[in-house]
């Protein structure tokens, strides 16, 4: 059985909209519904929730274990290294990268993009190098190898800063040799329609999407009605 671990980064300093995913709604936080979602995935053994040394964080790491899942803190900007000390001694097959902004991540859509992932075995998978899906639906999957290779390799910050740059920039997406990777598209596009949580409008419309279909949905029944309900 392979071992499949989920890692969410998740820190409160956002420039736009700070505490973003400690902001509740109907008694939860929107961190807590988005860990919850995950949770209901058939296929992850284990969610770790990465976030930062600073005492701003703290509050993530209470809700986390209160919710029953594991916290690893680490670099608040080069979050390569957060990722990789997580889960060194774990050394999982495959690594689910999420972002707490997604507050509404399908857990069956990150059960499929696992299967994708093993069925093509690729060292890189994921449904953002071609988007096509709604902005907050953004799952990424990759090896545990080429995690540590980009983690052993990366030099620039930028690499450092976001994990999977150095594993995409080196991958057969952009015809290079050192990673295989693949994409999962739609044949209909819905990139213009936002789930993440980046600035108060976007909250609203995640609370407009809860009130109304609850926070179990998937995510075509959400954009469905949010394109339906502009």
Known sequence: MLKIVAITQARTGS?????????KYL???????????????EKVNEIIVATT??????????????????????????????????????KPDLIVR??????????KLIDFMIEEAIDKDVDYCSNTLVDTFPDGQ?????????????WISAKTSSDKEHVTAYIIDNSSYKKETLFTSDNH????????????????SDFEVIKQLVLALGENENWKTYTDYYLNNK
């Open 53 to 90: 040394n600073k005492d701003e964080d703290d509050e993530i790491e209470l809700i986390s274990k209160k919710i029953g899942v594991s916290v690893f803190r680490g670099s608040e900007n080069n979050v390569l290294d957060r990722f990789y000390q997580s889960v060194k001694e774990i």
């Open 138 to 150: 953004d799952i990424e999957i990759f090896k545990f190898k080429s995690l540590e290779k980009a």
């Open 98 to 107: 999420l972002t707490s902004d997604c507050t509404l991540i399908d857990s």
């Open 185 to 200: 598209l739609l044949k209909e596009n819905y990139n213009h329609v936002r789930m993440t949580v980046d600035e108060s």
């Open 15 to 23: 420039t736009r909209l700070p505490n973003k995913i400690l902001k």
């Open 27 to 41: 008694g939860k936080t929107l961190l807590q519904i988005h860990i919850e979602r995950i949770k209901t995935s």
